[in-house]
Protein backbone atom coordinates (compact mmCIF):
# COMPACT_ATOMS: atom_id res chain seq x y z
CA UNK A 1 0.00 0.00 0.00
CA UNK A 2 1.47 3.33 -1.24
CA UNK A 3 1.70 5.83 1.41
CA UNK A 4 -0.21 9.52 1.04
CA UNK A 5 3.04 11.18 -0.59
CA UNK A 6 4.18 8.20 -2.52
CA UNK A 7 0.68 8.08 -4.38
CA UNK A 8 0.52 11.84 -5.41
CA UNK A 9 4.49 12.10 -6.40
CA UNK A 10 3.78 8.57 -8.66
CA UNK A 11 1.93 8.25 -11.69
CA UNK A 12 -1.03 6.61 -11.88
CA UNK A 13 -1.63 3.60 -13.59
CA UNK A 14 -3.89 4.04 -16.23
CA UNK A 15 -5.09 0.46 -15.70
CA UNK A 16 -5.76 0.56 -12.36
CA UNK A 17 -7.38 3.91 -12.76
CA UNK A 18 -9.69 3.45 -15.94
CA UNK A 19 -10.36 -0.28 -15.39
CA UNK A 20 -8.48 -1.53 -18.28
CA UNK A 21 -6.53 -0.33 -21.34
CA UNK A 22 -7.55 2.76 -23.75
CA UNK A 23 -8.74 0.43 -26.13
CA UNK A 24 -11.46 -0.72 -23.50
CA UNK A 25 -11.99 3.13 -22.98
CA UNK A 26 -12.93 3.81 -25.84
CA UNK A 27 -15.42 0.52 -26.60
CA UNK A 28 -17.43 1.44 -23.13
CA UNK A 29 -17.46 5.25 -24.71
CA UNK A 30 -19.21 3.81 -27.85
CA UNK A 31 -21.67 1.63 -25.71
CA UNK A 32 -22.51 4.81 -23.58
CA UNK A 33 -20.19 4.34 -20.13
CA UNK A 34 -18.67 7.50 -19.92
CA UNK A 35 -17.07 7.43 -16.89
CA UNK A 36 -13.42 6.56 -18.11
CA UNK A 37 -13.44 8.45 -20.79
CA UNK A 38 -13.94 11.40 -18.86
CA UNK A 39 -11.15 10.97 -16.46
CA UNK A 40 -9.33 9.71 -19.60
CA UNK A 41 -9.69 13.94 -21.31
CA UNK A 42 -9.12 15.18 -17.79
CA UNK A 43 -5.62 14.02 -17.29
CA UNK A 44 -4.80 14.97 -21.03
CA UNK A 45 -6.07 18.54 -20.43
CA UNK A 46 -4.16 18.71 -16.76
CA UNK A 47 -1.47 21.02 -17.21
CA UNK A 48 0.42 19.47 -14.78
CA UNK A 49 0.74 16.38 -16.74
CA UNK A 50 4.04 14.69 -16.41
CA UNK A 51 6.21 13.20 -19.43
CA UNK A 52 6.14 9.81 -19.05
CA UNK A 53 2.73 10.04 -18.78
CA UNK A 54 2.47 12.00 -22.12
CA UNK A 55 4.67 9.22 -23.50
CA UNK A 56 2.49 6.12 -22.04
CA UNK A 57 -0.72 7.77 -23.44
CA UNK A 58 0.82 8.14 -27.15
CA UNK A 59 2.28 4.99 -27.07
CA UNK A 60 -1.31 3.69 -26.50
CA UNK A 61 -3.21 6.07 -28.39
CA UNK A 62 -0.66 4.69 -31.62
CA UNK A 63 -1.51 1.25 -30.78
CA UNK A 64 -5.15 2.33 -30.71
CA UNK A 65 -5.34 4.49 -34.10
CA UNK A 66 -8.35 2.38 -35.95
CA UNK A 67 -10.90 2.93 -33.10
CA UNK A 68 -9.93 6.69 -33.74
CA UNK A 69 -13.17 7.57 -36.11
CA UNK A 70 -15.08 10.80 -36.37
CA UNK A 71 -17.03 9.78 -33.26
CA UNK A 72 -13.65 10.28 -31.04
CA UNK A 73 -13.39 14.05 -33.03
CA UNK A 74 -13.04 15.71 -29.58
CA UNK A 75 -10.36 13.52 -27.97
CA UNK A 76 -8.01 13.91 -30.99
CA UNK A 77 -8.92 17.68 -30.93
CA UNK A 78 -7.31 17.19 -27.07
CA UNK A 79 -4.32 15.32 -28.20
CA UNK A 80 -3.64 17.86 -30.65
CA UNK A 81 -3.76 20.84 -28.45
CA UNK A 82 -1.32 19.20 -25.81
CA UNK A 83 1.65 21.40 -25.49
CA UNK A 84 4.03 19.09 -27.01
CA UNK A 85 6.73 21.27 -28.57
CA UNK A 86 7.71 22.02 -24.98
CA UNK A 87 8.12 19.00 -23.62
CA UNK A 88 11.25 16.80 -23.50
CA UNK A 89 12.43 15.51 -26.55
CA UNK A 90 11.51 11.96 -25.96
CA UNK A 91 8.25 13.06 -25.77
CA UNK A 92 8.43 15.67 -29.23
CA UNK A 93 9.54 12.01 -30.95
CA UNK A 94 7.12 10.28 -29.63
CA UNK A 95 4.09 12.39 -30.50
CA UNK A 96 5.91 12.67 -34.10
CA UNK A 97 5.19 8.84 -34.29
CA UNK A 98 1.73 9.49 -33.51
CA UNK A 99 1.12 11.70 -36.28
CA UNK A 100 2.28 9.54 -38.38
CA UNK A 101 0.42 6.85 -37.40
CA UNK A 102 -3.19 9.05 -37.31
CA UNK A 103 -2.83 10.12 -40.42
CA UNK A 104 -2.07 7.21 -41.70
CA UNK A 105 -5.21 5.16 -40.40
CA UNK A 106 -7.60 8.21 -40.35
CA UNK A 107 -6.81 10.22 -42.87
CA UNK A 108 -10.63 12.45 -41.33
CA UNK A 109 -7.69 14.36 -39.26
CA UNK A 110 -5.53 15.09 -41.75
CA UNK A 111 -6.95 19.06 -42.12
CA UNK A 112 -6.57 19.38 -38.13
CA UNK A 113 -3.39 18.10 -37.90
CA UNK A 114 -2.12 20.51 -40.81
CA UNK A 115 -3.50 23.50 -39.05
CA UNK A 116 -2.25 22.79 -35.51
CA UNK A 117 1.29 22.31 -37.11
CA UNK A 118 0.83 25.61 -39.22
CA UNK A 119 -0.57 27.34 -35.95
CA UNK A 120 3.01 26.87 -34.36
CA UNK A 121 4.55 29.03 -37.88
CA UNK A 122 4.22 32.01 -35.67
CA UNK A 123 5.86 32.82 -32.05
CA UNK A 124 3.42 31.82 -29.36
CA UNK A 125 1.67 34.28 -27.08
CA UNK A 126 2.55 34.00 -23.12
CA UNK A 127 0.78 35.98 -20.43
CA UNK A 128 3.05 37.48 -17.56
CA UNK A 129 1.11 38.87 -14.89
CA UNK A 130 2.73 41.99 -13.38
CA UNK A 131 1.15 44.02 -10.14
CA UNK A 132 -2.56 41.92 -11.03
CA UNK A 133 -2.30 42.93 -14.74
CA UNK A 134 -1.76 40.19 -17.49
CA UNK A 135 0.25 41.05 -20.20
CA UNK A 136 0.65 39.58 -23.63
CA UNK A 137 3.64 38.93 -25.29
CA UNK A 138 5.53 36.89 -27.60
CA UNK A 139 7.24 33.99 -26.38
CA UNK A 140 10.27 34.44 -28.57
CA UNK A 141 13.20 32.76 -27.07
CA UNK A 142 15.15 32.52 -30.21
CA UNK A 143 16.93 29.05 -29.52
CA UNK A 144 13.79 27.46 -28.48
CA UNK A 145 11.83 29.21 -31.35
CA UNK A 146 14.03 27.66 -33.85
CA UNK A 147 13.74 24.62 -32.66
CA UNK A 148 9.78 24.18 -32.44
CA UNK A 149 10.08 25.87 -36.16
CA UNK A 150 12.19 22.84 -37.19
CA UNK A 151 10.29 20.24 -35.36
CA UNK A 152 7.42 21.47 -36.74
CA UNK A 153 8.57 21.31 -40.29
CA UNK A 154 9.91 17.60 -39.55
CA UNK A 155 6.29 16.77 -38.36
CA UNK A 156 5.01 18.50 -41.86
CA UNK A 157 7.57 15.72 -43.79
CA UNK A 158 6.33 13.02 -41.61
CA UNK A 159 2.51 13.82 -42.24
CA UNK A 160 3.42 14.57 -46.16
CA UNK A 161 5.52 11.24 -45.88
CA UNK A 162 2.25 9.07 -45.33
CA UNK A 163 -0.49 10.98 -47.15
CA UNK A 164 0.79 12.00 -50.87
CA UNK A 165 -2.05 14.51 -50.93
CA UNK A 166 -0.86 16.36 -48.06
CA UNK A 167 -0.19 19.64 -50.52
CA UNK A 168 -3.34 20.16 -51.56
CA UNK A 169 -4.99 20.05 -48.25
CA UNK A 170 -2.11 22.04 -46.85
CA UNK A 171 -2.40 25.64 -49.05
CA UNK A 172 -5.81 26.99 -47.89
CA UNK A 173 -4.90 26.28 -44.38
CA UNK A 174 -1.40 28.45 -45.12
CA UNK A 175 -3.81 31.19 -46.71
CA UNK A 176 -6.06 30.91 -43.97
CA UNK A 177 -3.34 31.22 -41.12
CA UNK A 178 -1.44 34.34 -42.78
CA UNK A 179 -1.51 36.79 -40.15
CA UNK A 180 -3.43 40.19 -40.67
CA UNK A 181 -0.69 42.50 -41.85
CA UNK A 182 -1.21 44.85 -38.65
CA UNK A 183 0.41 42.26 -36.40
CA UNK A 184 3.97 42.48 -35.30
CA UNK A 185 6.98 42.45 -37.36
CA UNK A 186 8.17 39.40 -35.51
CA UNK A 187 4.95 37.23 -36.28
CA UNK A 188 4.94 37.82 -39.84
CA UNK A 189 8.75 37.58 -40.19
CA UNK A 190 8.32 34.34 -38.50
CA UNK A 191 5.28 32.67 -40.80
CA UNK A 192 7.19 33.98 -44.34
CA UNK A 193 10.39 32.27 -43.22
CA UNK A 194 8.31 28.99 -42.24
CA UNK A 195 6.11 29.35 -45.54
CA UNK A 196 9.49 29.57 -47.65
CA UNK A 197 11.00 26.73 -45.71
CA UNK A 198 8.23 24.37 -46.74
CA UNK A 199 8.78 25.10 -50.64
CA UNK A 200 12.10 23.52 -50.68
CA UNK A 201 10.78 20.09 -49.46
CA UNK A 202 7.01 20.27 -50.64
CA UNK A 203 8.13 22.31 -54.30
CA UNK A 204 4.60 21.75 -55.64
CA UNK A 205 3.34 24.43 -53.08
CA UNK A 206 6.46 26.81 -54.42
CA UNK A 207 4.83 28.65 -57.00
CA UNK A 208 1.65 29.22 -54.88
CA UNK A 209 3.28 30.06 -52.00
CA UNK A 210 5.34 32.50 -53.31
CA UNK A 211 2.04 33.95 -54.56
CA UNK A 212 0.81 34.06 -51.25
CA UNK A 213 3.61 35.79 -49.90
CA UNK A 214 3.67 38.59 -52.58
CA UNK A 215 0.37 38.92 -52.43
CA UNK A 216 0.32 40.13 -48.52
CA UNK A 217 3.54 42.39 -49.37
CA UNK A 218 1.98 44.20 -52.20
CA UNK A 219 -1.21 45.06 -49.94
CA UNK A 220 1.70 46.09 -47.24
CA UNK A 221 3.43 47.89 -50.00
CA UNK A 222 0.62 50.08 -51.96
CA UNK A 223 -0.39 50.93 -48.18
CA UNK A 224 2.86 52.92 -47.20
CA UNK A 225 3.56 55.27 -50.17
CA UNK A 226 7.16 56.47 -50.74
CA UNK A 227 5.95 59.85 -49.81
CA UNK A 228 4.76 58.89 -46.32
CA UNK A 229 7.72 56.29 -45.68
CA UNK A 230 9.47 59.45 -46.35
CA UNK A 231 7.74 61.82 -44.55
CA UNK A 232 7.82 59.62 -41.57
CA UNK A 233 11.62 59.27 -41.40
CA UNK A 234 11.80 63.00 -41.44
CA UNK A 235 10.26 63.38 -38.78
CA UNK A 236 11.98 60.66 -36.96
CA UNK A 237 15.27 62.55 -37.93
CA UNK A 238 14.05 65.83 -36.66
CA UNK A 239 12.52 64.28 -33.12
CA UNK A 240 15.78 62.54 -33.43
CA UNK A 241 17.91 65.64 -33.41
CA UNK A 242 15.58 67.60 -30.84
CA UNK A 243 16.10 65.11 -28.31
CA UNK A 244 19.74 64.86 -28.59
CA UNK A 245 19.65 68.58 -28.57
CA UNK A 246 17.74 69.35 -25.82
CA UNK A 247 19.53 66.33 -23.67
CA UNK A 248 23.14 67.70 -24.36
CA UNK A 249 25.02 68.93 -21.59
CA UNK A 250 22.55 68.12 -19.05
CA UNK A 251 24.85 65.50 -17.41
CA UNK A 252 27.65 63.61 -18.29
CA UNK A 253 27.21 59.82 -19.21
CA UNK A 254 29.18 56.96 -17.50
CA UNK A 255 31.13 55.53 -20.24
CA UNK A 256 29.51 51.77 -20.32
CA UNK A 257 26.15 54.05 -20.49
CA UNK A 258 27.62 55.84 -23.58
CA UNK A 259 28.80 52.83 -25.17
CA UNK A 260 25.06 51.27 -24.60
CA UNK A 261 23.25 54.69 -26.43
CA UNK A 262 25.70 53.94 -29.09
CA UNK A 263 24.64 50.50 -30.00
CA UNK A 264 21.20 51.44 -29.45
CA UNK A 265 21.30 54.16 -31.79
CA UNK A 266 23.39 51.80 -34.68
CA UNK A 267 20.40 49.20 -34.51
CA UNK A 268 17.86 51.58 -34.59
CA UNK A 269 19.31 53.30 -37.51
CA UNK A 270 18.47 50.24 -39.69
CA UNK A 271 15.04 50.52 -38.30
CA UNK A 272 12.27 52.49 -40.66
CA UNK A 273 9.82 54.53 -39.02
CA UNK A 274 6.81 54.34 -40.81
CA UNK A 275 5.56 50.88 -39.05
CA UNK A 276 4.14 49.50 -42.13
CA UNK A 277 7.44 50.06 -44.06
CA UNK A 278 9.39 48.54 -41.07
CA UNK A 279 7.27 45.15 -41.54
CA UNK A 280 7.43 45.34 -45.43
CA UNK A 281 11.40 46.16 -45.03
CA UNK A 282 12.21 42.74 -42.77
CA UNK A 283 10.03 40.75 -44.96
CA UNK A 284 11.63 41.74 -48.04
CA UNK A 285 14.71 40.98 -46.90
CA UNK A 286 13.89 37.51 -46.15
CA UNK A 287 12.49 37.02 -49.59
CA UNK A 288 15.90 38.58 -51.03
CA UNK A 289 17.78 36.50 -49.09
CA UNK A 290 15.65 33.07 -50.12
CA UNK A 291 15.86 33.74 -53.81
CA UNK A 292 19.50 34.19 -53.45
CA UNK A 293 19.78 30.70 -51.19
CA UNK A 294 17.62 28.92 -53.85
CA UNK A 295 19.51 29.92 -56.29
CA UNK A 296 23.67 29.23 -54.76
CA UNK A 297 24.61 26.43 -54.03
CA UNK A 298 28.33 26.14 -52.05
CA UNK A 299 28.11 29.99 -53.39
CA UNK A 300 28.37 28.96 -56.95
CA UNK A 301 25.20 30.02 -59.43
CA UNK A 302 23.00 26.88 -59.83
CA UNK A 303 21.74 27.98 -63.70
CA UNK A 304 18.67 25.02 -63.18
CA UNK A 305 17.71 25.85 -59.66
CA UNK A 306 17.72 29.81 -60.82
CA UNK A 307 15.92 29.10 -64.07
CA UNK A 308 12.92 27.21 -62.46
CA UNK A 309 12.99 29.85 -59.34
CA UNK A 310 13.39 32.57 -62.35
CA UNK A 311 9.90 31.02 -63.93
CA UNK A 312 7.88 30.86 -60.85
CA UNK A 313 9.01 34.63 -60.40
CA UNK A 314 7.72 35.55 -63.63
CA UNK A 315 4.39 33.62 -63.55
CA UNK A 316 4.03 35.87 -59.79
CA UNK A 317 5.03 39.08 -61.45
CA UNK A 318 2.86 38.81 -64.15
CA UNK A 319 -0.22 37.85 -62.00
CA UNK A 320 0.24 40.12 -59.43
CA UNK A 321 2.72 42.81 -60.06
CA UNK A 322 2.12 44.03 -63.96
CA UNK A 323 -1.87 44.59 -62.61
CA UNK A 324 -0.79 46.45 -59.34
CA UNK A 325 -0.33 50.39 -60.37
CA UNK A 326 2.72 52.28 -58.60
CA UNK A 327 3.98 49.48 -56.06
CA UNK A 328 7.41 51.24 -54.79
CA UNK A 329 9.30 47.83 -53.87
CA UNK A 330 8.36 44.21 -54.18
CA UNK A 331 8.85 44.62 -57.92
CA UNK A 332 12.26 43.92 -57.03
CA UNK A 333 12.07 40.53 -56.48
CA UNK A 334 12.70 40.59 -60.47
CA UNK A 335 15.11 43.25 -60.20
CA UNK A 336 17.91 40.97 -57.51
CA UNK A 337 16.97 37.51 -59.66
CA UNK A 338 18.28 38.95 -63.23
CA UNK A 339 20.76 40.40 -61.34
CA UNK A 340 22.67 36.88 -61.19
CA UNK A 341 22.65 36.41 -64.56
CA UNK A 342 22.85 38.40 -68.06
CA UNK A 343 20.56 35.86 -69.28
CA UNK A 344 18.05 36.52 -66.57
CA UNK A 345 18.05 39.78 -67.44
CA UNK A 346 17.90 39.44 -71.09
CA UNK A 347 14.94 37.08 -70.57
CA UNK A 348 12.79 39.10 -68.26
CA UNK A 349 13.35 42.26 -70.85
CA UNK A 350 12.21 40.01 -73.91
CA UNK A 351 9.21 38.88 -71.50
CA UNK A 352 8.33 42.13 -70.71
CA UNK A 353 8.46 43.03 -74.69
CA UNK A 354 6.43 40.54 -75.46
CA UNK A 355 3.93 42.00 -73.51
CA UNK A 356 4.33 45.82 -74.79
CA UNK A 357 3.75 44.51 -78.32
CA UNK A 358 0.98 41.74 -77.98
CA UNK A 359 -2.43 44.16 -79.08
CA UNK A 360 -4.01 41.03 -77.52
CA UNK A 361 -3.24 42.10 -73.92
CA UNK A 362 -5.14 45.12 -72.54
CA UNK A 363 -4.10 48.44 -72.73
CA UNK A 364 -3.08 49.31 -69.33
CA UNK A 365 -0.74 45.85 -69.17
CA UNK A 366 1.20 47.01 -72.25
CA UNK A 367 1.90 50.67 -71.03
CA UNK A 368 3.07 49.11 -67.37
CA UNK A 369 5.38 46.55 -69.26
CA UNK A 370 7.20 49.75 -71.63
CA UNK A 371 7.48 51.57 -67.89
CA UNK A 372 9.04 48.44 -66.75
CA UNK A 373 11.57 48.18 -69.86
CA UNK A 374 12.59 52.07 -69.42
CA UNK A 375 12.90 51.78 -66.13
CA UNK A 376 15.31 48.42 -65.83
CA UNK A 377 17.27 49.68 -68.61
CA UNK A 378 17.91 52.58 -66.66
CA UNK A 379 18.81 51.29 -63.17
CA UNK A 380 19.76 48.21 -63.48
CA UNK A 381 23.63 48.40 -63.85
CA UNK A 382 24.52 44.68 -64.50
CA UNK A 383 23.11 45.18 -67.92
CA UNK A 384 25.50 45.99 -70.49
CA UNK A 385 25.14 48.92 -73.28
CA UNK A 386 25.19 46.44 -76.07
CA UNK A 387 22.16 44.97 -74.33
CA UNK A 388 20.62 48.37 -74.02
CA UNK A 389 20.99 49.00 -77.80
CA UNK A 390 19.51 45.73 -78.26
CA UNK A 391 16.32 47.07 -76.99
CA UNK A 392 16.99 50.45 -78.50
CA UNK A 393 16.80 49.08 -81.22
CA UNK A 394 13.53 46.51 -80.74
CA UNK A 395 11.85 49.65 -79.46
CA UNK A 396 12.71 52.15 -81.56
CA UNK A 397 11.94 50.32 -84.72
CA UNK A 398 8.29 49.24 -83.52
CA UNK A 399 7.68 52.89 -82.98
CA UNK A 400 8.46 53.64 -86.61
CA UNK A 401 6.37 50.64 -87.73
CA UNK A 402 3.63 52.22 -85.42
CA UNK A 403 3.92 55.62 -87.14
CA UNK A 404 3.39 53.77 -90.59
CA UNK A 405 0.53 52.51 -89.74
CA UNK A 406 -0.95 55.54 -88.32
CA UNK A 407 -0.30 57.85 -91.02
CA UNK A 408 -2.45 55.92 -93.16
CA UNK A 409 -5.37 55.83 -90.96
CA UNK A 410 -7.96 58.30 -89.32
CA UNK A 411 -6.66 57.87 -85.88
CA UNK A 412 -3.26 60.03 -86.19
CA UNK A 413 -3.96 62.69 -83.77
CA UNK A 414 -2.45 62.55 -79.83
CA UNK A 415 -4.65 60.52 -77.66
CA UNK A 416 -3.67 58.41 -74.88
CA UNK A 417 -6.52 56.22 -75.09
CA UNK A 418 -6.18 55.27 -78.55
CA UNK A 419 -2.08 55.09 -78.25
CA UNK A 420 -1.39 54.63 -75.13
CA UNK A 421 1.27 51.53 -75.48
CA UNK A 422 3.07 53.92 -78.14
CA UNK A 423 3.87 56.66 -75.72
CA UNK A 424 4.84 54.45 -73.15
CA UNK A 425 7.74 52.97 -75.56
CA UNK A 426 8.46 56.75 -76.34
CA UNK A 427 8.60 57.14 -72.87
CA UNK A 428 10.70 53.90 -72.03
CA UNK A 429 13.24 55.44 -74.89
CA UNK A 430 13.56 58.71 -73.81
CA UNK A 431 14.10 57.81 -70.01
CA UNK A 432 16.75 54.98 -71.00
CA UNK A 433 18.63 57.55 -73.48
CA UNK A 434 18.70 60.26 -70.56
CA UNK A 435 20.29 57.72 -68.17
CA UNK A 436 22.25 55.51 -70.73
CA UNK A 437 23.76 58.23 -73.50
CA UNK A 438 27.02 58.80 -71.58
CA UNK A 439 27.67 55.10 -72.48
CA UNK A 440 26.22 54.84 -75.90
CA UNK A 441 28.37 57.57 -76.66
CA UNK A 442 31.97 56.29 -74.52
CA UNK A 443 34.73 54.92 -76.39
CA UNK A 444 34.17 55.54 -80.03
CA UNK A 445 32.46 58.73 -80.06
CA UNK A 446 31.38 58.94 -84.03
CA UNK A 447 30.01 55.63 -83.70
CA UNK A 448 28.21 55.91 -81.10
CA UNK A 449 26.57 59.48 -82.49
CA UNK A 450 26.43 57.77 -85.79
CA UNK A 451 23.82 55.13 -83.98
CA UNK A 452 21.94 57.56 -82.24
CA UNK A 453 21.27 59.55 -85.35
CA UNK A 454 20.20 56.35 -87.25
CA UNK A 455 17.31 55.67 -84.35
CA UNK A 456 15.79 58.85 -86.15
CA UNK A 457 14.15 60.64 -83.31
CA UNK A 458 13.07 63.42 -85.06
CA UNK A 459 10.26 61.30 -87.24
CA UNK A 460 9.28 60.14 -83.51
CA UNK A 461 9.40 63.69 -82.06
CA UNK A 462 7.32 65.36 -84.77
CA UNK A 463 5.15 62.68 -86.04
CA UNK A 464 1.43 63.99 -85.36
CA UNK A 465 0.82 61.60 -81.96
CA UNK A 466 3.34 64.19 -80.81
CA UNK A 467 4.83 62.00 -78.01
CA UNK A 468 5.96 65.02 -76.44
CA UNK A 469 2.94 66.23 -75.26
CA UNK A 470 2.10 62.92 -73.35
CA UNK A 471 5.40 62.03 -71.87
CA UNK A 472 6.06 63.17 -68.18
CA UNK A 473 7.26 67.01 -68.84
CA UNK A 474 10.75 65.70 -66.23
CA UNK A 475 11.23 63.48 -68.52
CA UNK A 476 10.79 65.07 -72.09
CA UNK A 477 12.74 68.16 -70.87
CA UNK A 478 16.25 66.18 -69.86
CA UNK A 479 15.44 64.66 -73.47
CA UNK A 480 15.02 67.63 -75.41
CA UNK A 481 18.49 68.94 -73.59
CA UNK A 482 20.58 65.76 -74.21
CA UNK A 483 19.07 65.76 -77.89
CA UNK A 484 20.06 69.21 -78.53
CA UNK A 485 23.39 69.33 -77.62
CA UNK A 486 24.41 66.22 -79.69
CA UNK A 487 22.31 67.59 -82.51
CA UNK A 488 19.80 64.76 -82.99
CA UNK A 489 16.44 66.15 -82.58
CA UNK A 490 15.74 70.15 -81.59
CA UNK A 491 12.75 69.32 -79.31
CA UNK A 492 12.06 72.54 -78.14
CA UNK A 493 9.72 74.35 -80.59
CA UNK A 494 7.23 71.45 -80.21
CA UNK A 495 7.44 71.80 -76.31
CA UNK A 496 6.72 75.42 -76.74
CA UNK A 497 3.73 74.84 -79.32
CA UNK A 498 2.03 72.44 -76.72
CA UNK A 499 2.50 74.71 -74.11
CA UNK A 500 0.32 76.99 -75.85
CA UNK A 501 -2.13 74.75 -77.28
CA UNK A 502 -2.61 71.97 -74.72
CA UNK A 503 -3.19 73.74 -71.94
CA UNK A 504 -6.97 75.20 -71.30
CA UNK A 505 -7.39 78.54 -69.24
CA UNK A 506 -9.57 78.95 -66.55
CA UNK A 507 -11.31 81.69 -64.53
CA UNK A 508 -9.41 81.80 -60.87
CA UNK A 509 -11.59 82.73 -58.10
CA UNK A 510 -9.34 85.18 -56.98
CA UNK A 511 -9.32 87.01 -60.57
CA UNK A 512 -7.06 86.52 -63.43
CA UNK A 513 -6.70 83.70 -65.55
CA UNK A 514 -5.13 80.45 -64.17
CA UNK A 515 -3.76 77.62 -66.10
CA UNK A 516 -4.32 74.41 -65.15
CA UNK A 517 -2.46 70.83 -66.49
CA UNK A 518 -2.17 67.73 -66.40
CA UNK A 519 1.94 66.66 -65.30
CA UNK A 520 1.02 63.35 -66.07
CA UNK A 521 -1.44 62.02 -68.77
CA UNK A 522 -0.34 58.72 -69.41
CA UNK A 523 -0.35 58.19 -66.01
CA UNK A 524 2.94 56.48 -66.06
CA UNK A 525 5.45 55.47 -62.96
CA UNK A 526 8.87 54.13 -62.87
CA UNK A 527 8.51 50.89 -61.01
CA UNK A 528 12.51 50.81 -60.29
CA UNK A 529 12.80 54.46 -58.75
CA UNK A 530 15.04 54.54 -55.89
CA UNK A 531 14.59 51.38 -52.96
CA UNK A 532 13.75 53.46 -49.42
CA UNK A 533 13.70 50.31 -47.51
CA UNK A 534 17.10 50.52 -45.25
CA UNK A 535 17.80 46.85 -44.71
CA UNK A 536 16.72 45.30 -47.76
CA UNK A 537 18.45 48.01 -49.79
CA UNK A 538 21.61 46.67 -49.04
CA UNK A 539 20.74 43.95 -51.45
CA UNK A 540 19.87 46.38 -54.25
CA UNK A 541 22.29 48.89 -53.79
CA UNK A 542 25.46 46.86 -55.94
CA UNK A 543 23.02 46.42 -58.70
CA UNK A 544 21.50 49.92 -58.55
CA UNK A 545 22.30 52.80 -61.12
CA UNK A 546 21.62 55.85 -59.17
CA UNK A 547 20.78 58.98 -60.94
CA UNK A 548 24.08 61.52 -60.82
CA UNK A 549 23.38 64.85 -60.13
CA UNK A 550 24.62 66.89 -62.93
CA UNK A 551 27.43 69.65 -61.70
CA UNK A 552 27.83 72.97 -62.93
CA UNK A 553 30.29 72.04 -65.74
CA UNK A 554 27.97 68.96 -67.16
CA UNK A 555 25.02 71.75 -67.02
CA UNK A 556 27.48 74.38 -68.74
CA UNK A 557 28.24 71.74 -70.91
CA UNK A 558 24.56 70.23 -71.68
CA UNK A 559 23.18 73.94 -72.72
CA UNK A 560 25.98 73.64 -75.45
CA UNK A 561 25.55 72.11 -78.96
CA UNK A 562 27.68 69.34 -79.58
CA UNK A 563 30.14 70.49 -82.56
CA UNK A 564 30.16 67.70 -84.68
CA UNK A 565 31.44 69.82 -87.71
CA UNK A 566 34.79 71.00 -88.21
CA UNK A 567 33.81 74.75 -89.01
CA UNK A 568 31.45 77.19 -86.86
CA UNK A 569 29.03 78.08 -89.72
CA UNK A 570 28.20 74.63 -90.33
CA UNK A 571 27.42 74.81 -86.41
CA UNK A 572 25.51 77.72 -86.33
CA UNK A 573 23.60 76.41 -89.80
CA UNK A 574 22.20 73.95 -87.44
CA UNK A 575 20.56 75.58 -84.77
CA UNK A 576 19.49 78.54 -87.32
CA UNK A 577 17.53 75.76 -88.73
CA UNK A 578 16.04 74.33 -86.27
CA UNK A 579 15.27 77.58 -84.39
CA UNK A 580 11.92 79.18 -85.34
CA UNK A 581 13.03 83.11 -86.24
CA UNK A 582 9.96 84.94 -85.45
CA UNK A 583 9.41 82.97 -81.75
CA UNK A 584 12.59 84.70 -80.43
CA UNK A 585 13.90 81.18 -79.42
CA UNK A 586 11.35 80.58 -77.43
CA UNK A 587 11.77 76.72 -76.94
CA UNK A 588 15.40 78.17 -75.03
CA UNK A 589 14.37 80.69 -72.69
CA UNK A 590 13.41 79.86 -68.88
CA UNK A 591 9.64 80.75 -69.85
CA UNK A 592 9.54 77.81 -71.82
CA UNK A 593 9.76 75.78 -69.18
CA UNK A 594 7.86 76.67 -67.02
CA UNK A 595 5.30 74.04 -66.81
CA UNK A 596 7.80 71.01 -66.77
CA UNK A 597 10.24 71.97 -64.34
CA UNK A 598 8.21 69.79 -61.55
CA UNK A 599 8.52 66.05 -61.53
CA UNK A 600 5.08 64.93 -60.61
CA UNK A 601 5.23 62.88 -57.39
CA UNK A 602 4.98 59.46 -59.73
CA UNK A 603 8.19 60.14 -60.81
CA UNK A 604 10.16 60.70 -57.46
CA UNK A 605 13.39 59.54 -57.62
CA UNK A 606 13.50 60.54 -61.59
CA UNK A 607 16.47 62.69 -62.68
CA UNK A 608 14.96 66.47 -61.45
CA UNK A 609 14.94 68.99 -64.22
CA UNK A 610 15.51 72.32 -62.57
CA UNK A 611 18.23 72.90 -63.94
CA UNK A 612 16.97 73.64 -67.54
CA UNK A 613 14.76 76.88 -65.60
CA UNK A 614 18.16 78.00 -63.72
CA UNK A 615 20.51 77.11 -66.87
CA UNK A 616 19.19 76.98 -70.37
Same mark, same amino acid.
Given at each position: ????????????????????????????????????????????????????????????? *??? @???? #???? !?? &??? =??? $? +??????????????????????????????????????????????????????????????????????????????????????????????????????????????????? *??? @???? #???? !?? &??? =??? $? +??????????????????????????????????????????????????????????????????????????????????????????????????????????????????????????????????????? +?????????????????????????????????????????????????????????????????????????????????????????????????????????????????????????????????????????????????????????????????????????????????????????????????????????????????????????????????????????????????????????????????????????
Amino acid at each position: MLGGDEFISSPPRKTVRFGGTLTDVLLKYQKGETTDFELLKHQLLDPEIKDAQIINWLQEF *RAS @VAYL #TKDF !EQ &LVS =ILL $K +LPWLSRSQDVVEEYLGFLGNLVSAQTVYLRSCLRMIASHFIPPRVTIREDDVDISDSDDDEESLSGNFNTCHRALQTIAKYVPSTPQFLMPILVENFPFINKSERTLECYVHNLL *RIT @VYLP #TLRL !EI &LEL =IVE $K +LLKIDVSAPRQDIEDAEETAKNSDIKEKTTEEGLFDMEEDEETKENKDTFSRSDMMAHPLAERLDILMNILFSYIKDICHVDGKLDVNNTKDLYRDLVTVFDKLILPTHASCHVQYFMFHICSFKLGFAEAFLDH +LWKKLQNPNNPVVIRQTAGSYIGSFLARANFIPIVTVKACMDLLVNWLHVYIDNQDVGTKAYCDVALHGPFYSTCQAVFYALIFRHKQLLDGNLRKGLAYLQNLNFERIVMCQLNPLKICLPSIVSLFAAITRKYQLVFCYTIIERNNRQFLPVIRSSGGGDSVQTCTNPLDSFFPFDPYILKRSKKTIDPIYQIWEELSTEDLQELKKPFKKCTTEDEDDDFLKGETPQNDGMVGITPNSYDSNILSPASSVGSPPVTYVQRHL
